[in-house]
Every structure is written in C-alpha cells, then in structure tokens.
C-alpha cells in the first residue's frame, strides 16, 4: 500500500506562483510513476504531468508546459508541482497520484493511489 498526501495549494492572483507537494509514504521502494491530475468545476480529470522515478524524466501537458514543472526531492519521497505564471483557468482542486510500475501514463484510471486533493484558484 502507498500512500500520498498533497499540500501547497490557495489562492493567488493571476500570474503569481504556487508550489504543490506530495508525499508519499509505505511501499515506495519500488519502481513508480508519481503523477500530477487537475480537476476543475464542470471539467474532466486531467493529467498535466509525472515524473518516472526510476528513469528520472518527466512529462507535462502542453496546457501547462513552460509554466509548470515537476520535480522530486529523493531524500524525502516528495514530488512537487512549481506552478508559474498562473492563470484563471488553472484554477482547479489538484491531484496527485501512483502507481506501480516502470512506465508512466497521463490516463487517470492507470493510477490506484490518490491523495485527498489540494484546491488552487486563482484570481483575475
């Protein structure tokens, strides 16, 4: 069992920044993906980025590539979201989730273990 817990989020005005984590705790001694979702009001889920911890690279999604970046802090088995230059429709409750396994996915139902959610809004 993994489990994860995020932190980090509030509220900003537009083009402030935020800086999400993600701990992760229990049975990580494994080869994992540690994934950023977002969901907004009305919205789908959506994957915005991960991080393959034993490949160490990362992808993001082309709505927040260049603003947001992803990185993990090894020692402590956190991830973390930098978010930049923040926007209206970033406003979103934000996810992070694992899974098990050498290969990482933006797809939601690929992914068993979920932290409780941090919100972000941001205000024009």
């Known amino acids: 069992q993994i489990q994860v817990e995020e932190s980090g989020g509030g509220s900003v005005q537009a083009g402030g920044s935020l800086r999400l984590s993600c701990a992760a705790s229990g049975d990580t001694n494994r080869p994992v993906c540690m994934a950023w979702f977002r969901q907004a009001p009305g919205k789908e889920r959506e994957g915005i980025g991960w991080?393959?911890?034993?490949?160490?690279?990362?992808w993001t999604a082309a709505s927040v590539k260049g603003r947001f970046t992803i990185s993990r802090d090894n020692a402590k088995n956190t991830l973390y979201l930098q978010m930049n230059t923040l926007k209206p429709e970033d406003t979103a409750m934000y996810y992070c989730?694992?899974?098990?396994?050498?290969?990482?996915?933006?797809?939601?139902?690929?992914?068993?273990?979920w932290g409780q959610g941090t919100q972000v809004t941001v205000s024009s």
């Open positions: 989730a694992i899974k098990i396994s050498l290969t990482c996915s933006s797809t939601d139902r690929d992914f068993p273990y």
């Open positions: 991080l393959n911890v034993r490949a160490g690279n990362t």
